[in-house]
Nanobody, 120 residues
Framework: QVQLVESGGGLVQAGGSLRLSCAASGRIFGINNMGWYRQAPGNERELVAAITGGGRINYAESVKGRLTVSRDIAWNLVSLQMNSLKPEDTAVYYC??????????????WGQGTQVTVSS
């Protein structure tokens, strides 16, 4: 009923930049929180950055000052600008959205994940 499609991952050298984007589509009545999580091999999935419908933003301590989350509510888009990337940022990045469908059911949806690899 709802799909999240990510784009923008890839390979970059340390200190470089990447921009991730995620578009939500389908039977959407409304979206509250949208954000990005990541999971490195052998690690738990962790929050990177999230933004509420009201614009409140929460960042992981490890990315503050380097990564910036933004959102286009009208187009159901969320983006993550990643600057000054470090090898420890290497992970699969997942888009997440708390969606209320047109059937007025609310649940969290996930994208398929996009690989970000930062070489030293």
């Amino acid at each position: 009923q709802v799909q999240l499609v990510e784009s923008g991952g890839g390979l970059v050298q340390a200190g470089g930049s990447l921009r991730l984007s995620c578009a939500a589509s389908g039977r959407i009545f409304g979206i509250n929180n949208m954000g990005w999580y990541r999971q490195a091999p052998g690690n738990e999935r962790e929050l990177v950055a999230a933004i509420t419908g009201g614009g409140r933003i929460n960042y992981a301590e490890s990315v503050k000052g380097r990564l910036t989350v933004s959102r286009d509510i009208a187009w159901n888009l969320v983006s993550l600008q990643m600057n000054s990337l470090k090898p420890e940022d290497t992970a699969v990045y997942y888009c997440s959205a708390d969606v209320t469908t047109t059937g007025l059911v609310m649940r969290t949806y996930w994208g398929q994940g996009t690989q970000v690899t930062v070489s030293s």
